[in-house]
Structure formats: structure tokens, C-alpha cells
């Protein structure tokens, strides 16, 4: 796949995807965003924090399947190689984890339970797709690469350190 197919179809499963699970469904959950904001002290701050560095590290997530992988998080338009630079040296599904910590600095902000449950009931999927679908995938497909990757690399909790396989 060109850079610029991979930048396009990774733009279009930005919305479609992260744009759908961190976006469209919280703004739903919370009345179009029309929840008084948080009087809990500290939580809008501390909202706001988590969503600029979680939205942050997705770009930075996408940007890499785009042009270190040449492809797409997508599964019909996969990387031509396994993505291990940047983020991905301190956290297998950096994705992933930033979309759910996006979710969860809506629900600080709003201190909304709903968007807390929600969260849960999708970081469940996630971890069940990744479990069955993705981690199968990549072990064919890259084999003893990904292997070592996945033994070096944590899925859900970043490293403190980044792993230089």
C-alpha cells in the first residue's frame, strides 16, 4: 500500500472507528454533552488532561500504522509490517487504551456513571476481539517477530521503559 492510501484509510477509520466508540457514543450517553460539568474538585482538570493525552497518542497510533506499517488499523486494510516504533514500544494496543482513557475523561468531566459503564462494557470488547481476533492474526502473519514483540511488550499497561527489540 502508498503512504498516501495508508494516511486516507487511516483517516477514514479514525471516524469510523475511535470517532464512533470515543465520540458519538459518549455524546449520546451524556445527552449531547448537556450534563452540568463535574463538581467533584479536580475531576474536569484532570478530564480534560486525560483526553488531550489520550487523542494525542491515538493520532500519534495512527500516524505510525500509516507510515511505519504502510496500512490501516482497519482489518481489510492491514500494515505490510508488524508496528513497533513509538508508542507501540511501550504498550502493544495503544489504541485501544486511549480510546477507553478518552471515554473515561468524559465521564470525569461529567461525572457520569454512564459513560463509566459503558467504558467497561467496551474495554471488554476490546479485550475479547484483541484475544481472538487480532493476537491470532498478527501470530500468523508475522510469526516469531511478533512473538518476541508480544512476550517484550505489554498489551494494556504501557512499560516505564521503551523495549528496543
Known sequence: ???RQAIAGSALF???APGVVAGLMPWLLTDRYRLP???VPGFVPIGWVL???AAALLLHAFARFALEGLGTPAPVAPTERLVVGGIYRYVRN????AV???VLGQALLFSSWALVAYAAIAGTAMVSFV???EEPTLARRYGAEYDAYRRAVPGWLPRLTPWRG
Open 131 to 133: 484475544k481472538l481476533h
Open 100 to 102: 477507553l482513557s478518552i
Open 94 to 97: 495503544p489504541m485501544y487504551v
Open 14 to 16: 479514525f471516524v469510523a
Open 37 to 39: 460539568w463535574s463538581t
Open 51 to 53: 483526553i488531550a493525552t
Open 1 to 3: 500500500m502508498r503512504t
